[in-house]
């Protein structure tokens, strides 16, 4: 079993619905968690960090963090074309640089 | 500007052959690593540095070596490619203290 586990997809939507993507994890001890967008043919690029359990919000992203059930998820509001990416979730405990990633979940989003 | 540059931007590669890809950041990181992309498998760590002058293995490092003379480059040495070895390659940095890893713009790999 993988640490870190992502549906692949792709996810297709159309223009302003609300996208879920979410991240299962069996590690116990992960207590830093992100969530990376990655454009084609780009490096990732760091969208939302959230330390232990609960809720961040950033514009029309949420970061929800629910570490009794092992579980991340990233919401997406208004969704637009320009959100097609793929995103990557990582984890890391706490003393160590060593993130672990997630597969990858593929975001399309339709004009 | 600051950031993370990488080179070659892409490379073909007979087997057999030896390459480095090189990796400098300019923002003083301190922790630096190297990753593998590949597709359904994600990003695989292959070495990383705490430090200058310190080096350790990630998850998949065997084929490969790097070193940290100094605390901006990090290169990343293929010394005998296969074509297994074909794949996407980032660098990645972060400050002391901080858990942001940033990115590189990769290097994409094939070996023939």
């Known amino acids: 079993q993988k640490e870190v586990e992502q549906d692949p997809g792709p996810l297709s939507v159309p223009e302003g619905a609300i996208v879920s993507l979410n991240c299962t994890y069996s590690n116990s001890a992960f207590q830093y968690f992100m969530w990376y967008r990655q454009y084609s043919r780009k490096g990732p690029e760091l969208l939302m960090y959230?330390?232990?359990?609960g809720n961040k919000e950033d514009g029309r992203f949420t970061a929800q963090v629910d570490k009794s059930s092992k579980y991340i998820s990233l919401f997406i509001r208004d969704s637009q074309p320009s959100d097609s990416a793929t995103y990557l979730c990582?984890?890391?405990?706490?003393?160590?640089?060593?993130?672990?990633f997630g597969t990858g979940t593929r975001l399309k989003v339709l004009a | 500007i600051a950031g993370i540059t990488q080179a070659p931007t892409s490379q073909i590669l007979a087997a057999g052959r030896r390459m480095t890809l090189r990796c400098t950041q300019d923002?003083?990181?301190?922790?630096m690593y190297w990753y593998r992309q590949d597709l359904g498998l994600g990003l695989r760590l292959i070495h990383y540095s705490n430090t200058a002058g310190t080096t350790g293995k990630g998850e998949v490092p065997d084929g490969y070596s790097v070193s940290r003379a100094n605390t901006d480059d990090f290169p990343l040495t293929l010394a005998s490619a296969v074509p297994s070895q074909t794949s996407v390659y980032f660098c990645?940095?972060?400050?002391?203290?901080?858990?942001?890893?940033?990115f590189g713009p990769g290097t994409r790999l094939t070996v023939l």
């Open positions: 923002m003083r990181h301190n922790a």
């Open positions: 959230t330390y232990s359990s």
């Open positions: 990582a984890m890391t405990p706490p003393g160590t640089y060593k993130y672990i």
């Open positions: 990645a940095s972060t400050r002391e203290g901080d858990s942001e890893q940033f």
